[in-house]
């Protein structure tokens, strides 16, 4: 198995227009930019950050998840404007049966220009590599086609729909499931 001291030290990660590295308190600004805007947060768990103080309460979470050596987010941080875009990373991990979940949020601004495809191949790739995960898998809301797009082009295989699986702001939500196994991977 896999050691989690890794997360306590998680390592920065590059793609070719991407730097994924551990978030910061000087994130604030950034995931506010991104979790602010009610478009993004229409697809999410979270509900949408209504003063700076919800993101840096995010970013604390996220940082109090590394110290314990829990998974967390990665920053998305753009190679060429060095601004942080987004972020995404392990929302669960269990080890006994070397299986993992990913999510990911991006600021609007960046949309349908592949970044999130981008960094979600590094993270499986990581999760494969580095963790000895056998099965990644990744949850969407029906109605996010974007999201279901990139998780099949990142060679994630639909398994079917899982019926009011949660609630989120106010309703029970179907979420599609998709899963990418070891031996399928093919970076």
């Known amino acids: 198995m896999a050691n989690t001291s890794i997360f306590t030290d998680l ?27 009610p478009v993004v947060s229409m697809h999410t768990v979270w509900e949408t950050h209504r003063t700076i103080d919800d993101s840096r309460s995010f970013l604390a979470m996220m940082l109090e998840f590394l110290k ?5 987010s990665w920053a ?23 299986r993992a979940e990913i999510g990911y949020t991006l600021g609007r601004s960046w949309w349908n220009m592949g970044y999130t495809t981008e960094a979600t191949r590094a993270i499986i790739a990581f999760g494969f590599s580095r ?11 029906v109605e996010n086609h974007a999201s279901a797009r990139v998780l099949l082009k990142c060679g994630m295989q639909p398994e079917g729909l899982l019926r009011e699986r949660i609630h989120s702001k106010g309703a029970y939500r179907d979420l599609n499931v998709f899963s990418v196994l070891r031996s399928e991977w093919a970076p």
Do not use: K
């Open 11 to 37: 390592p920065t990660l590059e793609t070719e227009r991407l730097i994924l590295r551990p978030p910061r308190m000087e994130d604030d600004e950034s995931v506010f930019a991104y979790a602010s805007d």
């Open 68 to 72: 314990h050596g829990e998974p967390a």
């Open 131 to 141: 963790l000895s995960l056998n099965r990644i898998e990744a949850y969407c809301f």
């Open 76 to 98: 998305f941080v753009e190679r060429s404007t060095g601004r942080m875009i987004g972020t995404g990373g392990f929302g669960s991990w269990n080890q006994q049966h070397a």
